[in-house]
């Protein structure tokens, strides 16, 4: 069974610009979510979804973070201006529920490098 | 709010000896869930043990056991007979029941040496 898919795994690009990283859970599971790992700390949640509803994006920095889920399968995230302070690693990962029976699945992670 | 505290950034252990990572968190809640998470450098978190709080009897995965003292707020990691494989970054969680926020710690870094 295939994991939780993301790309790319590494992005660099300079500030002000736009990204966007993609995720695809592992097939049947409903619930995703994306996290923000800086360096040296662990992940914060940033939005989780059930199906196609946002259920939690109490973390997310609307005014430059956007996130969907198309069809309640794949789900993309983006930086819309990206800031330095926007470097990190961006993990995604994916459960059958969302209760904590269900265990998450992560993917390997996307590294941004903002410059 | 939930905090989770991990005091030991990096700790090592020579292999087939054993380690105890340690983590707290502080909450008001009764009813939480609590896990610890292995991270290997390739960056892919892997569930390692759970335990849920109203449970007394500490959970065990094969090698790996928590110590959970819930008045303590404590649950540290024991791993038994280190393997070259467990070198990872290693993650407390917490969740409180039926709330899927799951809090996780700064992480301690685990080196086993040969």
């Known amino acids: 069974e295939a994991g939780v898919v993301q790309s790319p795994r590494y992005k660099i690009i300079e500030k002000k610009q736009p990204v966007a990283f993609w995720c695809n859970p592992i097939?049947?599971?409903?619930?995703l979510y994306w996290y923000l790992q800086n360096l040296g700390q662990g992940p914060e949640l940033l939005i989780r979804?059930?199906?196609?509803?946002?259920?939690?994006d109490s973390q997310l920095p609307k005014d430059r973070f956007s996130a969907e889920r198309l069809k309640g399968v794949d789900s993309t995230l983006k930086i819309q201006p990206a800031e330095l302070g926007d470097s990190a690693v961006y993990l995604c990962?994916?459960?059958?529920?969302?209760?904590?029976?269900?265990?998450?699945?992560f993917g390997p992670g996307t590294r941004l490098t903002v410059l | 709010a939930q905090t989770v505290t991990q005091s030991q950034p990096e700790m090592s252990v020579q292999e087939a000896e054993t380690v105890t990572l340690s983590c707290t968190y502080d909450?008001?809640?009764?009813?939480?869930?609590l896990f610890w998470y292995k991270q290997p450098p390739s960056r892919q978190m892997i569930l390692v043990i759970r335990?849920?709080?109203?449970?007394?009897q500490n959970a065990t995965e094969n090698r790996f056991s928590v110590n959970f003292q819930k008045a303590a707020k404590s649950f540290s990691l024991k791993i038994s007979d280190s393997q070259l494989g467990d070198t990872a970054m290693y993650f407390c969680?917490?969740?409180?029941?039926?709330?899927?926020?799951?809090?996780f710690g700064a992480g301690t870094r685990l080196t086993v040496k040969p």
């Open positions: 909450t008001s809640e009764n009813n939480y869930y």
């Open positions: 097939s049947g599971h409903n619930t």
């Open positions: 969680a917490f969740m409180i029941f039926n709330n899927n926020d799951m809090r």
């Open positions: 335990q849920e709080a109203y449970k007394q």
């Open positions: 990962a994916s459960s059958w529920g969302s209760s904590y029976s269900n265990e998450q699945f």
């Open positions: 979804y059930e199906n196609e509803e946002a259920v939690d």
